[in-house]
């Protein structure tokens, strides 16, 4: 029963996931086409990047060197295009998952069916992480052949790891969408509040790193253990793989934000 | 008769908006059970506290004997459902959206619906998207009457679907009460309903004001005899007939409600010159109306 749901959200994402899909490929392709170009202006590159305020360079991921690959690939990819676009998608698949199957009037034929409702969400949200996590594999395959292509040699574990980071992140901020989407049944609401978290947990964390009398709180948001917590170790994923608490923090906010999704949506009337 | 729905002094509020106030009735088995009332009377918020969609905010509702919120899902297994609005998937063709409602239930639905595709009359290779109204309707009730449930719960099914198939209709819904299935059916035009119906509810402003069955309730509707005169005659000589209730004057006609025999109402009018008598069968939807009015 839970496979059949799980099967039909599958097939029923597929035509979008492509679209997605293609859309990062190409992204990521293009901006490691420019490796090559950068590699041969490296000291012009530095200059450049190091004239930049530090403020900008907070919000953007933080001070990377430039004149490496890895370095290249965290300022312009991993540090903020990847996880917006990870973030947006995995917005949408969440917020569309209930909230947009109650306010198109989809949800009560199918909850009028024998499926309890923690079924129903459970099944929702495991296709959620289904989508993401081959997504990740799509976007990890695209970068190992980049790598390649244009002679970045960045070890391919890492760049599949750094796509894991990139997904395990936006399964976070796709959970509060998921969460107040089965909690208010509202789409569009329910986009707002993943969307204004991931945002505001990105920009939050950057000024963290600027201002002291607010630095204790980038331990509270789930985007410092994207990338702020490698910083602070003094660390890239790019070069020396994944950390286990940062990865596992993040999946423990996703699982939690699931648990209270489960619990909200089977107390609470379907409008 | 064992009772398959039983509300028990059952409230819905929306904050202090109170959709249904103290209601109580009972459901039996094998029944049709006709929920009547206007638009926004509180149907469709009975209905989904049935189905479980809805916690009740006082009283209870059991279905089966369980508690239609707490075992709903046990519930589900035993009840077909049109909802007052039904949207399916619009990507789905009809064939791949009852397959997949069937996959969910675990059944493997038989010729019945091969049948109920014929009566209705239904293209399933056609995407939702591109069906009418009344198609996406039939869509819908197919997919609520093809396991045979034991109880079918039917919000406003007519709505949207022509005279013929509505005939089809009444006429599916009677050969599964013969098979000894219960349906809770729902409408706001009664005479939509009336022929199927064995009990009727009237709701008004989220109260239940009368249970009946329907043939109490046809016993209450008087026909009407209609005179026309060749000129206006006068009130007096309709006063105080014998077998005849209320009497209104409408310019030179004369509708009189029959209560009895027409004798005396024959013999007053012969004094006058008859343009054209009329006769007019009871109709439910006044007595509803009255209901509605009171």
Not at chain 2, 29 to 41: H, L, M, S, V, W
Not at chain 2, 166 to 176: A, H, P, S, W, Y
Not at chain 2, 240 to 256: P, Q, R, Y
């Given at each position: 029963m839970i496979k059949t749901l799980i099967f039909r959200t599958l097939r029923d994402q597929k035509i979008t996931f492509f679209y997605w899909s293609l859309g990062i490929s190409l992204i990521s392709l293009l901006l490691m086409a420019f490796w090559p170009v950068i590699e041969s202006e490296a000291d012009l590159m530095q200059q450049y990047m190091d004239a930049l305020p530090e403020e900008m360079l907070a919000i953007f991921g933080g001070a990377s060197n430039i004149t490496t690959p890895e370095g290249y690939l965290n300022i312009?990819?991993?540090?903020f295009i990847a996880p917006i676009v990870f973030m947006i998608y995995s917005i949408h698949l969440a917020a569309s998952f209930i909230g947009g199957e109650e306010e198109k009037g989809t949800l009560e034929i199918i909850l009028s069916l024998p499926i309890t409702r923690y079924r129903f969400i459970a099944g929702k949200y495991i296709s959620f992480v289904i989508i993401l996590l081959i997504f990740a594999i799509i976007f990890g395959i695209i970068l190992m052949i980049g790598s390649t292509l244009f002679s970045m040699g960045i070890e391919n574990l890492f760049l599949f790891l750094a796509s894991i980071n990139v997904m395990v992140n936006a399964l976070v901020i796709g959970s509060i969408s998921f969460f107040v989407s089965a909690y208010t049944g509202k789409r569009n609401l329910a986009m707002a509040v993943g969307a204004a978290w991931g945002i505001g947990g990105n920009i939050l964390v950057g000024l963290t790193s600027l201002v002291d009398?607010?630095?204790?709180?980038?331990?509270?948001?789930?985007?410092y253990y994207y990338k702020g917590y490698y910083q602070d170790v003094g660390e890239d994923v790019l070069t020396h793989g994944l950390a286990l608490l940062p990865i596992l923090g993040l999946i423990f906010s996703a699982a939690i934000l699931f648990l209270g999704s489960l619990i909200i949506f089977s107390r609470r009337d379907i409008k | 008769m064992d009772q398959i729905i039983q509300t028990r002094n059952f409230s819905k509020s929306y904050g202090e908006n109170l959709a249904v106030d103290d209601v109580t009735f009972d459901v039996l088995q094998g029944e049709i059970f006709g929920y009547i009332g206007p638009n926004g009377a509180g149907k469709s918020t009975t209905i989904r506290s049935i189905l479980g969609f809805i916690r009740p905010s006082k009283g209870n509702i059991t279905v089966f004997g369980l508690d239609s919120y707490k075992d709903a899902n046990l519930i589900h297994e035993k009840i077909g459902y049109l909802p007052s609005d039904p949207i399916i998937d619009p990507k789905y063709t009809g064939r791949e959206a009852l397959d997949y409602f069937d996959s969910i239930r675990q059944t493997k639905s038989d010729q019945f619906r091969d049948y109920l595709v014929e009566v209705f009359d239904c293209d399933l290779s056609l995407r939702i998207s591109t069906l009418s109204r009344g198609n996406r309707q039939k869509i819908s009730l197919i997919q609520a009457l093809m396991f045979r449930p034991q109880l079918l719960v039917l919000d406003e099914p007519t709505s949207g679907l022509d005279p013929l198939v509505q005939l089809e209709f009444n006429r599916v819904i009677k050969q599964l009460k013969d098979d000894g299935i219960t349906v809770f059916i729902s409408s706001h035009v009664l005479s939509e309903v009336e022929e199927l119906c064995d009990r009727i509810g009237v709701v008004r402003d989220g109260v239940l004001v009368a249970v009946e069955t329907t043939k109490t309730l046809k016993d209450q509707a008087k026909p009407n005899i209609k005179i026309e005169f060749s000129e206006k005659v006068p009130e007096d000589a309709f006063?105080?007939?014998?077998?005849?209730?209320e009497v209104i004057f409408e310019g030179k006609n004369v509708v009189a409600e029959i209560t009895g025999d027409i004798d005396q109402l024959v013999k007053a009018a012969s004094a006058f010159t008859v343009k054209k008598i009329t006769s007019t069968e009871p109709n439910l939807d006044e007595i509803f109306l009255r209901y509605y009015e009171s």
């Amino acid at each position: 029963m839970i496979k059949t749901l799980i099967f039909r959200t599958l097939r029923d994402q597929k035509i979008t996931f492509f679209y997605w899909s293609l859309g990062i490929s190409l992204i990521s392709l293009l901006l490691m086409a420019f490796w090559p170009v950068i590699e041969s202006e490296a000291d012009l590159m530095q200059q450049y990047m190091d004239a930049l305020p530090e403020e900008m360079l907070a919000i953007f991921g933080g001070a990377s060197n430039i004149t490496t690959p890895e370095g290249y690939l965290n300022i312009e990819l991993m540090g903020f295009i990847a996880p917006i676009v990870f973030m947006i998608y995995s917005i949408h698949l969440a917020a569309s998952f209930i909230g947009g199957e109650e306010e198109k009037g989809t949800l009560e034929i199918i909850l009028s069916l024998p499926i309890t409702r923690y079924r129903f969400i459970a099944g929702k949200y495991i296709s959620f992480v289904i989508i993401l996590l081959i997504f990740a594999i799509i976007f990890g395959i695209i970068l190992m052949i980049g790598s390649t292509l244009f002679s970045m040699g960045i070890e391919n574990l890492f760049l599949f790891l750094a796509s894991i980071n990139v997904m395990v992140n936006a399964l976070v901020i796709g959970s509060i969408s998921f969460f107040v989407s089965a909690y208010t049944g509202k789409r569009n609401l329910a986009m707002a509040v993943g969307a204004a978290w991931g945002i505001g947990g990105n920009i939050l964390v950057g000024l963290t790193s600027l201002v002291d009398s607010i630095e204790p709180i980038k331990y509270l948001i789930p985007f410092y253990y994207y990338k702020g917590y490698y910083q602070d170790v003094g660390e890239d994923v790019l070069t020396h793989g994944l950390a286990l608490l940062p990865i596992l923090g993040l999946i423990f906010s996703a699982a939690i934000l699931f648990l209270g999704s489960l619990i909200i949506f089977s107390r609470r009337d379907i409008k | 008769m064992d009772q398959i729905i039983q509300t028990r002094n059952f409230s819905k509020s929306y904050g202090e908006n109170l959709a249904v106030d103290d209601v109580t009735f009972d459901v039996l088995q094998g029944e049709i059970f006709g929920y009547i009332g206007p638009n926004g009377a509180g149907k469709s918020t009975t209905i989904r506290s049935i189905l479980g969609f809805i916690r009740p905010s006082k009283g209870n509702i059991t279905v089966f004997g369980l508690d239609s919120y707490k075992d709903a899902n046990l519930i589900h297994e035993k009840i077909g459902y049109l909802p007052s609005d039904p949207i399916i998937d619009p990507k789905y063709t009809g064939r791949e959206a009852l397959d997949y409602f069937d996959s969910i239930r675990q059944t493997k639905s038989d010729q019945f619906r091969d049948y109920l595709v014929e009566v209705f009359d239904c293209d399933l290779s056609l995407r939702i998207s591109t069906l009418s109204r009344g198609n996406r309707q039939k869509i819908s009730l197919i997919q609520a009457l093809m396991f045979r449930p034991q109880l079918l719960v039917l919000d406003e099914p007519t709505s949207g679907l022509d005279p013929l198939v509505q005939l089809e209709f009444n006429r599916v819904i009677k050969q599964l009460k013969d098979d000894g299935i219960t349906v809770f059916i729902s409408s706001h035009v009664l005479s939509e309903v009336e022929e199927l119906c064995d009990r009727i509810g009237v709701v008004r402003d989220g109260v239940l004001v009368a249970v009946e069955t329907t043939k109490t309730l046809k016993d209450q509707a008087k026909p009407n005899i209609k005179i026309e005169f060749s000129e206006k005659v006068p009130e007096d000589a309709f006063s105080n007939l014998k077998g005849i209730g209320e009497v209104i004057f409408e310019g030179k006609n004369v509708v009189a409600e029959i209560t009895g025999d027409i004798d005396q109402l024959v013999k007053a009018a012969s004094a006058f010159t008859v343009k054209k008598i009329t006769s007019t069968e009871p109709n439910l939807d006044e007595i509803f109306l009255r209901y509605y009015e009171s």
